[in-house]
Each structure stands twice: as structure tokens, then as C-alpha cells.
């Protein structure tokens, strides 16, 4: 983790063994990382996806997602969206629960978005629920 204003670095966030890191977001007092195992950066693989504190960078909450792809980590509204070959999810971002589940791959064309394209569909991306 690196301090925005000058670039230093701050505090490492490592994986499990076996697991690299793979991308980050900051959000209402949270770090979420995501950690790539056993594949390549952009495969579909485990994914170790971990939330740490921002002021004591305690880790909060720690979940391995099969087939998720680690460089799908977004933060839409006051979800965590992660997608996969199989499914996409949202995620409660205090817990780690899941809170919504679609089975099919969900790409993020637009970071941030409050909606995403899935299946030919305008879908809901806190919900994946079809906009209306």
C-alpha cells in the first residue's frame, strides 16, 4: 500500500501462499485486495479476496471465490463486485457475505458504473437485477 501524496510505501498487504496480488480499492474506511491463485493475471482461477482496515490495516474479512477473475474487483455504490466464468457477486463490504448472485459473467466496462451490460440485459450493478 502506498501513501498517495509522496509514493511511499506504507504497509504490505501479502496473500496466502501462493497467491499474488492482483488488484485494490479504497472504500468507506476499507482496503479490499484481491489475490490471484494458481493462474495468470487475467485467467479465471481461485480468487483470495481479502478487506483490511484503513487506519489500523487489520484484515476485516477474508473469502476464496472459485473462477473469479482477481482483476474484476470493483466497488459499486456500497458493494464490492467481483465476476467470474461462472458467476458474478456482490458483496457486503463490512462482511464479505455475498449479497447478490447471478450465474453467468458480468464484465465491468466502466468502473464505478451504476450499471453494467450482462447477458444483453442492463443490469442493476449493486442488485444484478434487470434495470428498469
Known sequence: MLN?????????????????????????GRVFVSYAGG?????????????YDTDDRAQVWERVIPWAFP??????????????SRATSTLDPA??????EIPRNCDRRIR????????????DARTLRPAR
Open 95 to 100: 462482511t464479505g457475505k455475498t449479497l447478490a
Open 71 to 84: 482483476s474484476s474487483l470493483d466497488v459499486v455504490g456500497d458493494r464490492v463486485w467481483l465476476t467470474g
Open 4 to 28: 498517495l501524496p509522496d509514493g511511499k510505501p506504507v504497509a504490505r498487504l501479502p496473500g496466502r501462499t501462493g497467491y499474488d496480488s492482483s488488484g485494490a480499492r479504497v472504500h468507506d
Open 39 to 51: 493462474g495468470r493475471a487475467g485467467s479465471s482461477t481461485n480468487m483470495q479476496f481479502r478487506a
Open 112 to 123: 464505478n458504473a451504476p450499471y453494467d451490460i450482462c447477458g444483453g440485459a442492463i443490469m
